[in-house]
């Protein structure tokens, strides 16, 4: 008997809560969606991540952003500017919920983002449904420029294939004729191994083997006593962040520095100098950046951005930033008007990016076309050396866009 | 692949192997012996390599660091059995699965929150920073053979508490009859408060020691999980022995893995644990 009521007092609560939920919902929404209409924002979505290992690089691409907008008094194409933010947790299961909400629920008119290229692809095939304006400001997955690629669809930062095809130039330079590659056996490993490869054999080197270990495991020491075995000219390396840093001092422990040459895509030495001591020191990268460019844009944009954010900015940060500058040369275009979509696409593809990193242009499929340095570990700092590839352009495989 | 670098395989394979012992050795504990499911194993693991890099750079020695860590991590371990693993023991092990995973998203925000999210390096002390000549183009740092070391020592000194002393003999009973060792006047209670806050210890220290050749970085406690579940799994769980026989095994496997079949690296270890599985479903060894 008791228990009856209480399951009856159970089912009218729950009656009611929903029809104050309801009553709610429908009272908030109203006037929001006509405030929307008549403020006349532009809304942008930011899906990066915030949280996790590649929390920093969220923020950094978040403030380059932000650096861009402000510098033009915080309007684009004479239009003020609403954020709308999702933390994406490098979450690839995640990503077509999060770029969905955005999309539908809060109806921005572009999408920024993101760092993981798994959650980049997970949103791409949203993108490419809904054709909302999207902008990469890191993710370098080949794909998204490449089989993926559509009008809507562009990147500001790299492509994996772009940040190892210029070592080949530079091993060549160095007169070295054979190399061995070691990495993650996981996608962005794989497409780096790759742009080596056709860079580095285009020059006359051989590759000659390819060393990989389980993702994201961070013990060398079976393979670094492969390549003492195999005594290539060179060895070439990608690995990020924390496995950057125990492979530079693998490497270094091993005895191999110094015996035999080690390059690497940049971001093998990115963030992690002040962790490895001098287990780097001489070590040669390739990225479409470095610390010491000195050029008028980039000491501007240093200064400014530490100012603002009392931060170094790094290379994440400039790649937000040229988010913030490609969407503005496209809103300037049609002075606002985001609906006219065909003539803003199509001046952001005519842009000249005036970046830190140097002047870039858009490839075909939306990548940047840009100058790779070469940069050499000196104390704690990626010294430029000098442009190890001008203009290098990724050649957009299977893109039919 | 001539002798000589088979040699040295070989010594790769034993010392990843003794490495893999060492961080597994605080979840044969509390796994094996408590009953436990501790997910958070990974995440003392990270706390002792921070606290490692962090009092090593206050105090300026990796020995005082590691020796005040490992007081400051017994007491975490105290603390976190008293408060919350001790409700935990006569529940399904689905609570300890959802609580120590909720203790491994405390962690990493505590981490984040109080040392910040970059990758940070803790110097090798510069009495161990040599390495031998192996070959003309190969050394072995000195600090892993130390390790290797530790780690034996270790073994050995785990084995002797839990076969031969009165201690290990009240830990073993309890681990079969909780309640009949109890009722026999033991008090269960501070033994397992106890076997928890070494076992966090022996996580943190593994952490630690291991933090100049690891470096230190976020989520660096997830890798470590899921291998030491491997190796306490394979030995058999609550077997000290089995631990240490397990990780030796996946040490080789792993080393000899990636050079011999690198196709197939990624799956070794569990193709092993499978097939261990399949022959001996309790393990290679019984309990202790």
Redesign the interface.
Known sequence: MSSNEKGFDRREFLKGTAAVAGATAVGTLAPFGLAQAQSGKIKVGLMLPYTGTYAALGVAITNGFKLAVEERGGKLGGREIEYIVVDDESNPAKAPENANKLIQRDKVDVVIGTVHSGVALGMAKVIRETGTLWINPNAGADEVTGPLCAPNIFRTSFSNWQSTYALGKVLKAEGRKTAVFITWKYAAGEQMMAGFKEGFEKEGGKLVKELYTPFPQVEFQALLTEIASIKPDAVVAFFAGGGAAKFLKDYAAAGLKGKIPLYGSGFLTDGVLEAVGDAAEGVETTLHYADSLNTKKDNAFRLAYAKTYKLQPDVYAVQGYDAGQLLAAGLDAVKGDISSKAAMIKAMEAAKIDSPRGTWTLSKAHNPVQDMYLRKVVGKQNLVQGVAFKALADPARGCKA | ??FA?FL??LL??L??GL?LFLVASGLTLIFGIMGIINLAHGSFYMVGAYLAWSLASMTGSLAAAILLGVVLTVLLGVALEWLLIRRLYERDHLYQVLLTYGLILVFEEMR?ILWG?????V?VPALLAH?I?L?E?????V??LVISGVCLLLALGMYLLIARTRLGMMIRAGSSNRDMVQSLGINIRLIYTLIFALGVALAAFAGMINAP????????GG?VLIICFVVVVIGGIGSVKGALVASLLIGLA???G??LV?EV??MIVYLLMAAVLVWRPEGLFRKL
């Open positions: 692949m001539d670098f040295i395989q790769n394979g010392q990843y490495l984040s999210d970059d990758v940070h390096g110097p390495s000549p070959t183009n190969l050394s072995y740092p600090y892993r050749l690891s470096s230190v970085f976020p989520n660096m890798g792993e080393t000899f990636q050079v690198p690296a990624g």
